[in-house]
């Protein structure tokens, strides 16, 4: 399974992007998929994730009541709209893929795409 983000860019903060993750060759809709990111100079942390079907979206803690997590099966790609952007949200967003992880370990998922770059600046 081939993932790809697309989406990223610069914000300010208190602003928003909205990010896509996508297959070309592959429905996603068996999948559960997820939004890692790695922070410059941190490791990779969970940022949300949603089951197969659109079911039992989750959020890390930092991100809770700001993003949100989507999928479109029509257009074959799960978003994650990013609201009231702060400078510590910047980082790259990977988008991981799975049938049987439901959660935010990332371990527990196989496929990964290449990452977009999300920068909140003023």
Known sequence: LHLVESGGGSAQPGGSLKISCTSSQFSLAPYNIAWFRRAPG?????????????LMPQYG??????????????????????????????????????????????????FWGQGTQVTVSS
């Open 42 to 54: 941190k490791e990779r942390e969970g940022v949300s994730c949603i089951r197969k079907g659109g």
């Open 61 to 110: 803690d930092s991100v809770k009541g700001r993003f949100t997590i989507s999928g479109d099966n029509a257009e074959n790609t799960v978003y994650l709209q990013m609201n009231s952007l702060k400078p510590e949200d910047t980082g790259v967003y990977y988008c991981a893929a799975s049938q049987w992880a439901s959660g935010l370990l990332e371990e527990t998922y196989e």
